[in-house]
């Protein structure tokens, strides 16, 4: 019995001593085996020859276009609403000018008429004080009487250059009467809501016959003329941007393109997105069809020049700073200095020199010093008997 409790325990002990000396040696045998040199048939690729020239960055962004010049309309009169020119309602186009709304104002003009009438008598009675007192004055004063009527707007008064004068003109009330004329004409003008631009109406809030008072909004419109292109763009892409160059502006919606300006830029910048929204202004002028509020555009902004540059397609760096480079028949990596990334491209400043061949091929299962040769070199060999 106790042998047999002896072997039970010695055979594992000297499986397990046995498993161990054999590790050893397989782990000598694996020092002991060279690396293997990168051998294989030679790899076909297409090569460009470097040249670092001086490259315009591209920034492009996308956004909607909105009018520049929207514009909501109050009332700043009281009345019954009546119609203008062209019916107030959405989607109505409108001229530079035209009476868009127009407001219920007889009761105002027999106001302003009184008004008038009781100016034109206050000069009255004063003229022949003016006339008596300072004939020299006199010409200038009747020659102002005249033009004074009842049906058109009051000219501006004289300017009286003698104190006696004037005290005429305050003895009997004319100053008075003046101002609160003129200030009658200025909100009779408000009675009448005409179009400041060419334009559409986006909003109707209310409707002929209906009754208004001051501060009650009536509608919005916008401008046709004047429409900015809304770009959200990274915050880090500013720096590149040249805001004197020209804006390319496409639509997928719409065949052709055309060009816009740069009007202003953001000064904050947008927590969410780390964007800054810069505004393109395009003229009605530049469109080959009536711009339409709340399209979509994809606009290409001018960049700024970077000297001595090698555009490399992104899907030849590898890594965020590694190319492949065709030496001597053989691929080899370099490390890149990337100035900038763009969507389809990176803009290296180092790390290329000229006339190198930089391969332009999407390189898989590839390590570095495999054999290769370019395609132009490999067809000269191919016609040679």
């Known amino acids: 019995m106790k042998i047999q409790s002896v072997k039970s325990l010695v055979i594992p002990l000297l499986i397990l001593l046995a498993g161990a000396v054999a590790m050893n040696k397989l782990g000598d045998l694996r020092k002991d085996v060279p690396a293997r040199p990168v051998t294989g048939k030679t790899r076909v690729v297409n090569v460009v020859s470097a040249e670092p020239r001086l490259i315009n960055a591209q920034i492009t962004g996308w956004g909607r276009l909105n009018s520049a010049r929207p514009l909501v309309l109050l009332s700043e009169a009281e009345g019954t609403l009546l119609a203008g020119e062209v019916p107030f309602q959405e989607g109505q186009d409108f001229a530079e000018g035209t009476l868009l709304l127009r407001v219920d104002d007889r009761q105002k003009r027999l106001d302003l008429s009184r008004s008038k009438s009781d100016f034109i008598n206050a000069m009255a009675t004063m003229m022949p004080d003016i006339q008596q007192q300072h004939p020299e004055e006199w010409a200038s004063w009747n020659a102002y009487f005249k033009q004074l009527r009842v ?37 009779l003008e408000k009675y009448r809501i005409r179009a400041p631009f060419k334009g559409t109406v986006v909003g109707a809030d209310m409707r002929v016959g209906g009754n208004v008072r001051s501060g009650t909004l009536l509608g919005e419109i916008l401008s046709l003329q004047q429409l900015d292109l809304e770009i959200q763009l990274p915050a880090s892409d500013l720096p590149w941007v040249n805001r004197e160059g020209p804006v390319t502006v496409r639509s997928s919606q719409f065949p052709g393109q055309w060009q816009g300006r740069i009007d202003r830029i953001g000064s904050t910048v947008d927590q969410a997105t780390q964007t800054v929204t810069v505004y393109v202004r395009l003229d009605e002028g530049e469109a080959p069809f009536p711009l339409l509020a709340g399209l979509l555009f994809e ?21 965020d700073d590694t190319v492949y480079l065709l030496e001597n028949g053989r691929l080899v990596k370099r490390k890149v200095t990337v100035a900038r990334r763009e969507i389809d491209r990176v803009l290296v400043t180092g790390g290329i020199e000229p006339g190198e061949l930089l391969v332009t091929d999407l390189l898989e299962g590839v390590a570095e010093g495999m054999k290769a040769i370019s395609r132009d070199q490999f067809a000269q060999q191919a016609e040679q008997p």
């Open 299 to 319: 606009a290409e902004l001018a960049g700024a020049p970077l000297e001595n540059a090698t555009s490399v397609a992104t899907q030849n760096l590898y890594g």
């Open 151 to 187: 049906d058109r707007p009051v000219p501006t008064m004289p300017v009286a250059k003698v104190d006696r004068i004037k005290r005429l003109l305050a003895r009997y009330n004319v100053y008075q009467l003046y101002y609160t004329l003129r200030s009658e004409e200025i909100a």
